[in-house]
């Protein structure tokens, strides 16, 4: 086997990957917490189940869930939202977040869970599917060169946490030590709206 070559297992004919359900919050947030961990950034981690409820399942969510079971297990999961490309002039699906429990691993789930959110993309006409992943994570890089991905290293990806967004919003310039400008009247200011309670539990299978 060469260097950049890769060989994945096909998984298990009992796998099941199915959309996530309102049930699936407290499961769904220790998983994601265990993929915190795995990329040492556990630090970065804020989910808790009510976030999971209202962001991932609820009725105005931000983004799909999908899980993967084995045996009647809950095995991994993976995040999704769609996106749209000005230069393909098509929607596209980014992927969130791809997670395989330790135990798990090397028996072609990680790669089933990525075709399962591939053919989302593909049924819907996407002109890209995209997903980011940590440099030091070399069995991830390899697998996903064996399916075609290519790395776009001439991109740097830019980012704004919640303080720096804020600061900006009102009229400052981002830096930490500018303060808010907008006495408070900035819409950044306002509360989010909650996501009702009564969600149907479909995880979106049903809309």
Not at 123 to 146: H, V
Not at 157 to 177: I, T, V, Y
């Amino acid at each position: 086997m060469t260097e950049n070559t890769h060989s994945c297992p096909t998984a298990p004919a009992d796998l099941i990957i199915r959309p996530a359900t309102f049930e699936d919050a407290p499961v769904l947030s220790g998983l994601i917490t265990e993929l915190a961990a795995f990329e040492h950034l556990d630090h970065e981690c804020v989910i808790s189940v009510s976030a999971v409820r209202e962001h991932l399942l609820g009725l105005n969510r931000s983004a799909e869930a999908v899980i993967a079971e084995l045996d009647g297990m809950v095995v991994g999961f993976a995040v999704y939202y769609r996106t749209f490309s000005t230069f393909a002039a098509r929607p596209g699906v980014f992927l969130e977040d791809l997670y395989i429990r330790p135990a798990f691993r090397h028996r072609g789930l990680g790669r089933a869970l990525l075709q399962y959110v591939g053919s989302i993309a593909a049924r819907n006409g996407a002109g890209r599917f995209e997903w980011t992943t940590l440099k030091w994570n070399e069995n991830a890089r390899k697998l996903y060169a064996s399916i075609g991905a290519e790395e776009k290293s001439e991109w740097l990806l830019l980012r704004m946490n919640s303080e720096s967004l804020a600061k900006f919003s009102c009229g400052g310039d981002g830096h930490p030590s500018d303060g808010c400008r907008c006495g408070g009247k900035g819409v950044h200011h306002a509360k989010p709206e909650t996501a009702s309670p009564g969600h149907c539990g479909c995880g979106g299978a049903g809309h």
